[in-house]
Every structure is written in structure tokens, then in C-alpha cells.
């Protein structure tokens, strides 16, 4: 069964997408952006725009009663491979081990100018 995910805690859908879609006990979350869905502020500093988008994963989850310890997959777009070591902290400090499997890869340029996006595949 498919379902749309739409939650008021994470950025809200700007085109034709659905910030996630649960199929079955998978949740398919698009890629999150770090922007506050509160404020709608981009917070300066790849730490800083990892935390939010991290967090707006994390709503998403929480909206379908899932968590972050039950990412099985990432998706990590980054503007500049320069900045990979600061995100990958930000990144360890919200996933445990076994952490999800996960591809990193540069890209030229994001929604917003943003310096990362991060889509994630979990278990309900």
C-alpha cells in the first residue's frame, strides 16, 4: 500500500513530490534540505545545515511512528567534498551502529544553494 508522508515539522513538498512515501513498513524519504520548516531560515556552516537537515529527516520518520535507528539507506549530496569530514561528524552523531548503508556524492549545485541535501530509506 502507498501512502503519502506529509508532516508540518519538516520543509514542506516546493514541486510535485511528497516529502516521503510509505510503501508497505518502507518509508521512502525525498531528499531534506536544511531548512527550519518553523522559520523557514537556512542556517549558515555545513554542521549547522547537516543538524537541520538531519532533524527534518527525523520528523518525517517520527510522523509515520519510525525513528533514525531505522534507516537502512542514505543519500548524501554535498556541494563541496571539502566539507565531507565536518558533515560525517554531524552524520555519526545521529545514527548508531550498524550505521545504514549510505553513498556520498559532490554535486554542483542544490535547491537554495544549500551546501547538502540527505534522502534516506527506513523501516517503519
Do not use: C
Not at 515539522?9 to 516521503?20: D, F, L, T, V
Not at 527525523?58 to 565536518?86: P, R, W
Request: hydrophobic content about 40%; glycine content about 4%.
Amino acid at each position: 500500500m502507498k501512502k503519502e508522508i506529509a508532516t508540518e515539522n519538516a520543509p514542506k513538498a516546493i514541486g510535485p513530490y511528497s516529502q516521503g512515501i510509505l510503501w508497505n513498513d518502507l518509508i521512502f524519504a525525498s531528499g531534506q534540505i536544511p531548512v527550519n520548516p518553523a522559520t523557514s531560515e537556512i542556517p549558515n556552516g555545513i554542521k549547522e545545515q547537516t543538524t537541520q537537515v538531519l532533524k527534518n529527516i527525523y520528523a518525517i520518520l517520527e510522523s509515520e511512528g519510525s525513528s533514525i535507528k531505522n534507516v537502512i539507506k542514505t543519500t548524501v549530496f554535498i556541494k563541496d567534498m571539502n566539507d565531507f569530514v565536518q558533515m560525517n561528524e554531524v552524520y555519526e552523531s545521529f545514527f548508531q551502529k550498524p550505521f545504514p548503508a549510505r553513498s556520498t556524492v559532490e554535486v554542483a549545485r542544490l535547491p537554495k544553494d544549500v551546501l547538502v541535501e540527505i534522502e534516506v530509506i527506513a523501516h517503519k
